[in-house]
């Protein structure tokens, strides 16, 4: 049989490509599995994904055990540390041993320090907003018509299309 020639022509995936520079960034940070940064809302759930995030990974001295260090704000602490125990069997489960022994919790405002910008929130992207109603267009077009001005006339067109088509409360 000839061996078989591959069918990539030349092409990579980039995960494939972009898979040691992930390795290198986390483990910088003391991930030696950086599995657990790349899917941190599979390991621990939605729940506490949106509230914390991970940090670093430090080892101590004797070796035995690391301490994971969850970054959260100020009033989703208590309900973190309510938590350690499971969140530490899940985030053991990624390593396959018993890797983490402690977490610490440090607590910062939403904004602020470095790692305290970035948001905690997961967002689903928005809806499309709903297509307009033709005769709020007609109507809107018809007010801003005499208007010379192509810049002006085209604002007070979605002007008048916002007057127009906002809901009565």
Request: hydrophobic share 40%; proline share 8%.
């Amino acid at each position: 049989m000839p061996p078989r020639r591959p069918t990539t022509k030349g092409f990579a995936r980039s995960s494939t490509l972009l898979q040691d520079r992930i390795r290198k960034a986390s483990e910088s940070r003391g991930f030696a599995e950086s599995r657990l940064l790349t899917q941190w809302s599979e390991t621990v759930g939605e729940e506490v994904a949106a509230i914390a995030r991970p940090v670093k990974v430090g080892y101590g001295r004797g070796g035995m055990g690391a301490t994971l260090t969850l970054l959260t704000t100020g009033a989703q602490a208590p309900m973190l540390e309510m938590q350690k125990e499971q969140l530490r069997a899940k985030v053991n489960g990624i390593y396959g041993y018993n890797a983490i022994s402690r977490i610490t919790i440090t607590q910062t405002a939403p904004t602020g320090f470095a790692d305290g910008q970035a948001s905690f929130q997961h967002r689903a992207p928005k809806p499309a907003p709903p297509a307009p109603n033709p005769e709020a267009v007609a109507e809107a077009r018809r007010i801003a018509a005499p208007v010379a001005d192509a810049g002006l006339r085209e604002a007070l067109e979605a002007l008048a299309q916002n007057v127009l088509t906002r809901s009565k409360r």
